[in-house]
């Protein structure tokens, strides 16, 4: 995703070419060509394809795995092939970290234990959790979700986590509640991206109420069996499959009842590109590329791109008028 922050050509100080180093005497062909030769091995070198303990160990979190596998839900299935493990650790969009795929890279400061999350704004019963009372608290289930991200590349992954309505029934909104706000964590010592401001920091994002009362909305703690590792969002996140990926915020710390429309991180960068409502669709195009298609995380197989991500018997209705 490209919000268009910041031009190719404007760079930081920190990039301009120091005096004089400009200035420096230029070195021989063959200086130059060793040069080049010892840069590209340095850059194969870190470019390496990890093994899998070494994506496994990159993403490990310390917590309680006692509650997992949970058992699977009949309910939902992927009607495709589902993804590698490998695949969907490997290829990540974490932008606290960096807007390259590779977020395993750039993972090693992020520490999420000990974590906890509030359920706070217009309710009755708001309410702080720690991860443990999380996975208590709510009994676990795994579910088989398509994931469609905006850029066009999809997943089948199998989340462990509970419906996102049962901890908003435990909050007991008021009337006035319309909207659930969700916020990120703001730690910019951990994820180094938050230090640039040309970003709206923390991540956030936003569903009505009745979305997020929708039994398909869900609050993800674990995948394949385990708990979430951290490029995929540890330790706690939102799935919503029948919107485009960036919805699915990661690593939540505040859950906000409210009566206002939250203004959202993408749409807040570049509302042209990237709606509030976010319902995935093929008959709307992106500005810069056609949502016709999709295509598979590792098998790289294309397919059309269903409305709703195929969700429509579950959501349809939402967005029915009147
Ligand atoms: N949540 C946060 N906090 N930061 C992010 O950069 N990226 C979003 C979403 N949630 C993002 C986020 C996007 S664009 C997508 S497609 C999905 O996470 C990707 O989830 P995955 O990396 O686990 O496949």
Redesign the pocket.
């Known amino acids: 995703?490209n919000g268009f922050v910041r031009r190719p050509w404007d760079l930081p100080q920190s990039l301009h070419t120091p005096l004089e180093v400009f200035r420096a005497p230029r070195p021989s062909r063959r200086e130059f060509l060793l040069e080049m030769s010892a840069s590209a091995l340095l850059l194969a070198g870190c470019q390496k394809a990890p093994t899998d303990q070494e994506l496994t160990a990159a993403g490990a979190v310390a917590i309680d795995t006692s509650k997992y596998p949970a058992s699977r839900s009949t309910r939902f299935e992927y009607g495709r092939t589902e993804s590698i493990k490998r695949d969907?650790e490997q290829f990540?969009?974490?932008?606290?970290f960096t807007s390259s795929k590779e977020v395993f890279r750039h993972i090693s400061g992020f520490n999420p234990t000990p974590w906890s999350f509030e359920v706070t704004g217009l309710c009755k019963n708001p309410r702080t959790y720690d991860l443990d009372q999380i996975v208590s608290t709510f009994p676990l289930e795994e579910r088989a979700y398509r994931?469609r991200?905006?850029e066009t590349w999809a997943?089948c992954v199998p989340w462990t986590g509970f419906a996102l309505r049962d901890l908003i029934t435990a909050a007991d909104p008021l009337p006035t509640a319309k909207y659930v706000r969700f916020e990120?964590f703001m730690r910019p010592a951990e994820a180094r991206q938050q230090l640039d401001s040309n970003y709206p920091w923390p991540?956030q994002e936003g569903l009505t109420l009745a979305e997020a009362t929708n039994e398909l909305a869900f609050i993800a703690t674990g995948i394949y069996g385990a708990p979430l590792p951290k490029?995929?969002?540890a330790p706690v996140r939102l799935v919503v499959p029948w919107k485009y990926?960036?919805k699915?915020?990661?690593?939540i710390v505040k859950i906000e009842l409210t009566d206002k429309q939250p203004s959202t991180f993408w749409n807040s960068l570049n509302p042209h590109e990237y709606s509030f409502e976010a319902n995935v669709d093929p008959a709307v195009p992106h500005p810069r590329w056609s949502q016709q298609y999709e295509w598979m995380l590792g098998s790289r197989e294309n397919f059309d791109t269903v409305k709703y991500n195929g969700y429509g018997e579950w959501v349809a209705r939402l967005y029915e008028p009147g």
Do not use: L, R
Not at 248 to 251: L, Y
């Open positions: 995703m969907t990540a969009n974490f932008y606290e994931h991200c905006v997943m990120t991540y490029q995929n969002g990926g960036f699915s915020i990661k690593s």
